[in-house]
């Protein structure tokens, strides 16, 4: 069993940045791939990132592409997210999901594990 809980959502204008980040316990740690998601008000969760278990592979939706990082620290339990040049599209809650295995595409049934979610907002 997998817990994750994640921080560092928050308001902030349009084009700036925030840090989010998902503290994992259970299990260990660089068994399981790591992704982040977001869920907008009226809309489905959607794919943002994802990295694999060692931290040398990340896939992200193109839609961040270029705005965001995700990157992880092993010895820390701890995914995050970096996300820069934000805009009013990026508002929603901001999920961390895990896996155990290789897989860290973008399918949501792809994991197993989720957190509560932490909100972004964004000003314009």
């Known amino acids: 069993q997998v817990q994750l809980e994640e921080s560092g959502g928050g308001l902030v204008q349009a084009g700036g940045s925030l840090r989010l980040a998902c503290v994992a316990s259970?299990?260990?740690?660089?068994?399981?791939?790591l992704g982040w998601f977001r869920q907008a008000p009226g809309k489905e969760r959607e794919f943002v990132a994802a990295?694999?278990?060692?931290?040398?592979?990340?896939n992200y939706a193109d839609s961040v592409k270029g705005r965001f990082t995700i990157s992880r620290d092993n010895a820390q339990h701890t995914v995050y997210l970096q996300m820069n040049y934000l805009t009013p599209e990026d508002a929603a809650v901001y999920y961390c999901?895990?896996?155990?295995?290789?897989?860290?595409?973008?399918?949501?049934?792809?994991?197993?594990?989720w957190g509560q979610g932490t909100q972004v907002t964004v000003s314009s």
């Open positions: 259970g299990g260990t740690f660089s068994s399981y791939t």
């Open positions: 990295i694999s278990r060692s931290g040398g592979g990340t």
């Open positions: 999901a895990a896996r155990f295995g290789a897989y860290y595409g973008s399918t949501l049934s792809g994991y197993a594990y």
